[in-house]
C-alpha cells in the first residue's frame, strides 16, 4: 500500500468503527428474547401445591414414585394378613406370642422348679409352657399313662370329647405343632392325657362307664352298618338277578282225556293239567 492511501484508509477504518458502536444497542434490543409474562400471585400459590402432587405422581414408564418407610422393629406381625405398628398394652402380648394356640403358662419357668415325681430338676420346658405341668424328661417318659401326647382324632374317637370340648382351652390346654408328615396339612392339636382322662371321668362318671358307653356306640355302628350292607344287597340283587323274583313263563300243552257223548252228536273232552273243558261235534 502506497503512502498516499494510507491517510484515507484510516480515515474509512474510523468511520465504520463509528458506525459499528452506534448500531450495537439497537441490534441487542433486536435479538433479545421477549420478555416473559409476570404472575399474579394466586398463580404462584398454586405452583408450589402442583409440584407437591407431581411428586406423588407415577413416570410415563409406570413406576410409582410414592415412598413409605416402616420401622420394622415396632411392627408385630398379627397373621391377620397385615401389620399393626401402634396398638394397646392387651394386644401387644397376643401379638408377641403365638395366637393359634393357648398360653398356658405366661410366667418363665422358675429356677429352684422341682419334678413333682422325683424331685429333679431337670424339668421339661415344652410341658410347663404349654401344659403348666412340672416333670423331668425321665419321668414323662416312664410315666406315659400320665404324660405322653394324645392328638385331637384319638381324644375324639377313644374318649368321646366333641369338637367343642376340644376348643375349650381352660379345660383342655393343647400345644399346636406343625405335621411331620407333609407341610400342607393342618397342624397337629396335642393334648395331655392326664387332663384328657380328668375331663373323661368327670363328663362319663368314671372310666368303666366309659368303656360301656364305647361298647354301646360300637354295637350301634356296626348294626347300621351291616343294615345299610342289606340294603344294598338287596338292591343290587333286584337289577342284576332278575330271575330270583320273577318266574319264566313256559308253554302249556293240554293233556285232555277221553271224549264224552252229550247228544245230538256233540261231545266234550277235559284237561287234566288244567281242567279245561272244550265241546266239539262229530258227524
Excluded at 424339668?123 to 400320665?146: I, N
Excluded at 399346636?176 to 397342624?187: G, L, Q, R, T
Excluded at 261231545?267 to 288244567?274: A, L, N, P, R, V
Aim: hydrophobic share 30%.
Amino acid at each position: 500500500m502506497t503512502e498516499e492511501r494510507t491517510p484515507t484508509t484510516n480515515h474509512n477504518r474510523a468511520i465504520a468503527l463509528a458506525r459499528i458502536a452506534n448500531s450495537a444497542p439497537a441490534l441487542a434490543t433486536v435479538n433479545a428474547p421477549p420478555p416473559l409474562p409476570t404472575q399474579s400471585s394466586s398463580q404462584q400459590q398454586q405452583q408450589p401445591q402442583k409440584q407437591q402432587q407431581s411428586q406423588g405422581t407415577k413416570r410415563k414408564g409406570g413406576l410409582n414414585l410414592d415412598y413409605c418407610e416402616f420401622n420394622l422393629e415396632t411392627m408385630h406381625d398379627t397373621r391377620g394378613g397385615f401389620l399393626l405398628s401402634d396398638q394397646p398394652d392387651d394386644l401387644s402380648q397376643l401379638a408377641n406370642s403365638d395366637l393359634r394356640q393357648p398360653l398356658r403358662s405366661s410366667d418363665p419357668l422358675p429356677n429352684d422348679a422341682m419334678c413333682v415325681e422325683c424331685e429333679s430338676v431337670d424339668v421339661c420346658a415344652d410341658l410347663f409352657k404349654h401344659y403348666g405341668v412340672v416333670v423331668c424328661r425321665k419321668c414323662r417318659d416312664e410315666f406315659k399313662d400320665k404324660y405322653s401326647l394324645l392328638t385331637k382324632t384319638e381324644c375324639r374317637e377313644d374318649y368321646l370329647l366333641t369338637e367343642s370340648e376340644l376348643r375349650d382351652t381352660e379345660k383342655l390346654p393343647y400345644w399346636v405343632k406343625k405335621n411331620p408328615h407333609k407341610d400342607s396339612y393342618a397342624n397337629m392339636l396335642l393334648y395331655l392325657r392326664m387332663h384328657v382322662e380328668a375331663f373323661a371321668i368327670a363328663k362319663w362318671g368314671s372310666l368303666e362307664k366309659l368303656d360301656q358307653e364305647f361298647a354301646k356306640r360300637e354295637e350301634e355302628k356296626s348294626v347300621r352298618k351291616k343294615k345299610k350292607f342289606e340294603n344294598k344287597l338287596v338292591e343290587l340283587r333286584k337289577k342284576t338277578l332278575t330271575s330270583t323274583w320273577r318266574r319264566p313263563e313256559k308253554d302249556h300243552v293240554h293233556e285232555f282225556g277221553e271224549k264224552v257223548d252229550k247228544g245230538d252228536c256233540v261231545f266234550e273232552q277235559t284237561c287234566q293239567t288244567c281242567g279245561i273243558v272244550t265241546s266239539f261235534e262229530e258227524m
